[in-house]
């Protein structure tokens, strides 16, 4: 645990993170879990429900087997949210979807199924939670760092810039209750998937390399440190509707 961790104790607080059964919402849940924090926690993938399940401390942390493009799921989700946590403190909005589709590949399904995961699924997500964070509290979207386009992310890049666009209108709309909401914009990140779907191990090993060639400081990132930056934002008490780019410069151009 780091020092930050030490000083800045969780315990008392109580947060609920959509995807947060792998990658980068799972180690954002594991902090939230080693910092006190009681957690709900959303995951759609079977396995995914199952390894998360095996890795947290059941008494701290509540999976729940979750879509976010279903509008009965994302109700139930809140009912859980109330009866097991009540009002919470931080709301992370971090599950997503990427598929490489070139404009001629793309089709209608494509970009309704990405769109309906990355960008409307987390709006009403966070309509249903909304009321549920208690005044002062914090959101935090996972968005992507896009200053730098790649090919065949059409659907993808633009739905995380839509979710970029109305975190900052709901920043604005909450300004009453002192709720902040900012965003954090992974590059390179090693995960299991790269942040896409459907991934080969081939494709992975490209990923990666692809990763190390364009990064600034020669390497992708860790989950843990996405999730740093995402606790960070939780509880900046004088900061809001801003991203938090999370890329090792690779936006930036550095380098």
Request: glycine share 10%; aromatic share 6%; hydrophobic share 45%.
């Amino acid at each position: 645990m780091s020092e930050y961790e030490h000083s800045q104790p969780l315990a008392g607080k109580k947060a609920v993170v959509t995807g947060g059964t792998h990658g980068m919402g799972l180690a954002i849940v594991q902090s939230l879990v080693d910092r006190g924090a009681q957690v709900v926690l959303t995951g759609r993938n079977e396995a995914g429900i199952e390894k998360a399940r095996a890795e947290l401390d059941p008494a701290a942390a509540r999976i729940v087997r979750s879509d976010a493009t279903k509008s009965a799921d994302i109700a139930e989700l809140g009912r859980v949210v109330e009866q097991r946590l009540g009002g919470i403190d931080y709301l992370f909005v971090n599950h997503g979807v990427a598929e490489f589709k070139t404009l001629e590949e793309a089709t209608v399904e494509h970009w309704d199924r990405v769109f309906d995961v990355n960008a409307k699924g987390a709006f009403f997500t966070v309509q249903r939670l909304a009321p549920l964070i208690r005044d002062g509290g914090s959101i935090v979207f996972t968005t992507v760092s896009n200053d730098r386009i790649f090919p065949g992310l059409s659907a993808y890049s633009a739905a995380k810039e839509a979710v970029r666009a109305f975190a900052k209108v709901l920043a604005a709309e909450l300004l009453p209750r002192n709720i902040r909401v900012n965003a954090v914009a992974p590059g390179f990140i090693l995960t299991p998937s790269m942040g896409v779907a459907e991934l080969t191990e081939q494709q992975r090993a490209e990923f990666i390399r692809d990763g190390k060639e364009t990064t600034p400081m020669g390497r992708p990132g860790t989950v843990d440190e996405v999730a740093s930056a995402a606790l960070y934002l939780a509880g900046a008490t004088f900061t809001t509707g801003t991203e938090l780019i999370v890329d090792g410069g690779f936006a930036q151009g550095l380098g």
